[in-house]
């Protein structure tokens, strides 16, 4: 199965000024990520669908899992370097 990706306002604004190599990362994470989301970290134990990944070393992942819809939202990237 693969999942559709979509990335919520507030995430594509945080996408600006991404460095280059940063910006390869995330794409490179997120084209793992649409098979296999949930092989990374829960957020909440009471909410597994909410869930989180580091991508490029330095940054951050945050998105919900739609299982019936086969979707992915990103809600949150945050880079540190």
Request: aromatic share 12%; with cysteine.
């Amino acid at each position: 199965m693969t999942y559709r990706v979509e990335f919520h306002a507030s995430a594509l604004a945080q996408l600006q000024g991404l460095p280059p190599s940063a910006f390869d990362g995330l794409v490179e994470r997120v084209t793992t990520l649409v098979g296999a989301p949930w092989e990374t970290q829960i957020l909440d134990q009471d909410e597994p669908n909410f869930r989180q990944c580091i991508f490029g070393g330095l940054g951050l992942l945050s998105f919900h899992v739609d299982d019936s819809r086969e979707l992915i939202r990103i809600f949150d990237v945050t880079w540190a370097g």
